[in-house]
Nanobody, 122 residues
Framework: QVQLVESGGGLVQPGGSLRLSCAASGSISSIIAMGWYRQAPDKQRELVATITNSGRTNYTDSVKGRFTISRDNAKNTVYLQMNSLKPEDTAIYYC????????????????WGQGTQVTVSS
């Protein structure tokens, strides 16, 4: 079993900052990539940022220059530093990981966290 535990969400005023954390645990041989997605009310879940096992990052245009994704490989943890937050960033933020379970199982497995609420409001 693999679990993703997210933390760091909360209420912040526009222009403020939050840092989200997501720790992966369980039967993991190696992590291929980790990422953050978000889902606002009445909207589709969308990609926010990803980071691969090689450290390559990708961001959706709306957060470029404001958000930074990073990881701590030793802790199987990914972070999302969110600065200059806007009301439109309000959403439930979900952590996702793609992994290999064992060294001999070629299949990739994906897992989602439970989500953490981020609310940007005055």
């Amino acid at each position: 079993q693999v679990q993703l535990v997210e933390s760091g969400g909360g209420l912040v005023q526009p222009g403020g900052s939050l840092r989200l954390s997501c720790a992966a645990s369980g039967s993991i041989s190696s992590i291929i990539a980790m990422g953050w997605y978000r889902q606002a009310p009445d909207k589709q879940r969308e990609l926010v940022a990803t980071i691969t096992n090689s450290g390559r990052t990708n961001y959706t245009d709306s957060v470029k220059g404001r958000f930074t994704i990073s990881r701590d490989n030793a802790k199987n943890t990914v972070y999302l530093q969110m600065n200059s937050l806007k009301p439109e960033d309000t959403a439930i933020y979900y952590c996702k990981t793609e992994i290999y379970r064992t060294r001999t199982d070629w299949r990739m497995y994906s897992y989602w966290g439970q989500g953490t609420q981020v609310t940007v409001s005055s």
